[in-house]
């Protein structure tokens, strides 16, 4: 064999290659995330190069500056017309600029500046060694109970690595409704949830039990994250894109130039309804529904409570989003196969939710299961597959969030000596011992409850019609007799703050400072407005309730 026969084995005759275009990405219309991926990478450098008693007041500024410049954005987005005649498809097809995505953004915008407030609160505690502190550990990498924990506390040290932490769940919040193809929403999740996980571990008070709730959230969340990959995996395999307009041709038939390797693939439907399955479970998973809903519990109790309050709401807002996206626009020709499966998720996490929560003790294990039960009644809007189901579930996920942090928030003022009294015995009295700060929580908890003239009844009520036209009217019976059960544990907790004798070792009331009275104030605002004028915030949802395809 010549030199050159073996040299052509491996060399080949060198072709022009073409030119690789460079990405077209439509900077304008993405303005909202890259406020917020850039100053959460600001909010960085400031931890490594601002002093440290001046980092809280930098932090606290910059990321109220970028959470209000980045709702501007979309609030510019939406009147300029990408809600309804000018939505579209930016990013080379990642990531969707519609009436949902961006609704649904300036919700978790609006939610991440209210639970910021609650973040930055620092008079609920005494002051230790003459310094004022928040809910989040001196210093997080140190063991508890150590040495270097109890000098960083003498020192006066704060985390305020919170803050950016905050701004990156928010842009991957952000990400995640809006994304436009399989890949975008895998890491969108990833963005959100691992500062999530971070930020669960860092309470100033019981500290092991704030890292328990973390690990137990990590673990379990990794394992959903692992099922939305494989049914990411399992969907390409099917149809030969992870691009949803292009997954949503394949479902449906109407692709028009099939390829002959996607042909053998295309008639497999295993790939399509396994790859469906595991993706739904990594969306149901976030969403708290049964029976993902293990981690609920133990992390709301676990994590500091003005997380837990941010996750409740800004969590389920993006993941119900991402969940209609993905049933609506890539899975409408499997209908018949999805929905007699969330019919059944649906009734379950409505009845489970709302029992069990009648056996709790602990107000934030109440408020836990009182989620599970909501996200099965926005799973009755998500099933009614109508423009109504959409606008339905747009509008409870704005009600609901708002008041969700508002009740956290009233959650840390009620303290002991031990932190937050979180038990349901030390708030018997409660509403003679502090008429206001009681009445405040009864309005929350009557709105989670439904009753008429607040946002809740107003939500649910949108939910359960757009479900009884969508052909849903057994869910909607099993959604009121649910509410029922819920109204009881609701009340059961008003009851023992007007009716119950104060216990003389009971806890105090602390006095806030401008920051949780304003969230407090916000989230009382809202649940009143949309209960007693909802009409102009309906229409709203309903203006926003087409999906761009």
């Known amino acids: ?101 961006l609704f649904l953004q300036g919700t978790i915008l609006l939610i991440g500046l209210v639970s910021v407030f609650t973040f930055a609160e620092r008079r609920l505690d005494p002051e230790v060694h003459g310094n004022r502190v928040d809910s989040f550990a001196a210093q997080g990498a140190a063991v508890p109970g150590s040495e270097g924990e109890q000098a960083a506390v003498k020192a006066g040290f704060a985390t305020t690595e919170v803050f950016p932490l905050v701004l990156f769940a928010i842009a991957g919040l952000l990400v995640f409704p809006a994304a436009n193809d399989l890949l975008t929403l895998f890491i969108a999740l990833e963005v959100f949830s691992l500062p999530l996980y971070l930020l669960c571990a860092l309470a100033r008070r019981k500290r092991l039990m704030s890292q328990e709730a973390a690990v137990k959230y990590f673990l379990l969340g990794a394992f959903s994250s692992a099922f939305l990959l494989f049914g990411v995996a399992l969907l390409y395999g099917y149809a030969g894109t992870v691009n949803y307009a292009g997954i949503a041709e394949v479902v449906d038939g109407t692709i028009q130039n099939i390829d002959p390797v996607l042909a053998e693939t295309m008639g497999n439907d295993v790939l399509l309804l396994i790859g469906a399955a595991m993706i739904l479970m990594g969306l149901l998973f976030k969403v708290g529904a049964v029976p993902f809903h293990m981690w609920t519990p133990d992390v709301y109790q676990g994590a500091p409570t003005p997380v837990t309050g941010f996750m409740a709401a800004a969590t389920k807002v993006a993941a119900f989003g991402a969940l209609l996206r993905l049933l609506y626009v890539v899975l409408p020709g499997l209908r018949w196969d999805w929905r007699p499966v969330m019919w059944g998720v649906a009734i ?65 003022l009620v303290r002991d000596a031990g932190g937050e009294a979180t038990h349901l015995s030390k708030w018997a009295g409660l509403g003679r011992r502090s008429p206001m700060v009681a009445a405040v929580f009864a309005v929350f908890l009557l709105a989670f409850a439904g009753i008429p003239l607040t946002s809740g009844f107003t939500g649910k009520f949108a939910v359960f019609k757009a479900a009884a036209e969508g052909g849903a009217g057994a869910l909607v019976v099993v959604g009121v007799i649910s509410s029922a059960i819920a109204a009881f544990f609701y009340i059961r907790v008003i009851v023992l703050m ?32 949309l209960g007693v004028a909802p009409q102009y915030f309906l229409d709203l949802a309903g203006q926003a309730g087409v999906f761009v395809r």
Do not use: C, N
């Open 1 to 101: 064999m010549s030199a050159s026969a073996v040299h052509s084995l491996w060399t080949t005759a060198a072709e022009p290659i073409e030119k690789i275009d460079a990405p077209h990405i439509e900077y304008g219309q993405l303005a909202p995330v890259l406020i917020i991926v850039g100053a959460a990478v600001l909010g960085i450098l400031l931890e490594a190069f601002v002093p440290r008693r001046a980092r809280y007041y930098a932090q606290l500024f910059l990321t109220v500056v970028a959470l209000v410049a980045s709702f501007a954005a979309v609030v510019g987005l939406a009147t300029s017309g990408h809600a309804t005649t000018e939505a579209g498809i930016v990013a080379m097809g990642a990531i969707a600029v519609d009436g949902p995505a």
């Open 348 to 412: 379950i996490t409505m009845l489970l939710g709302a029992i069990v929560a009648i056996t709790q003790t602990d107000i934030k294990r109440l408020l836990a299961y009182s989620s599970i039960a909501h996200a099965g009644f926005i799973l009755a809007g998500v099933i009614a597959t109508s423009p109504d189901g959409v606008s339905s579930v747009l509008f409870y996920l704005g009600a609901y969030s708002f008041v969700t942090i508002g009740a956290f928030a009233v959650v840390t």
């Open 498 to 529: 007007f009716f119950s004798e104060p216990k003389p070792d009971g806890p105090t009331v602390a006095v806030a400072s401008p920051l949780t009275m304003t969230a407090i104030a916000v989230g009382v605002a809202v649940t009143v407005v």
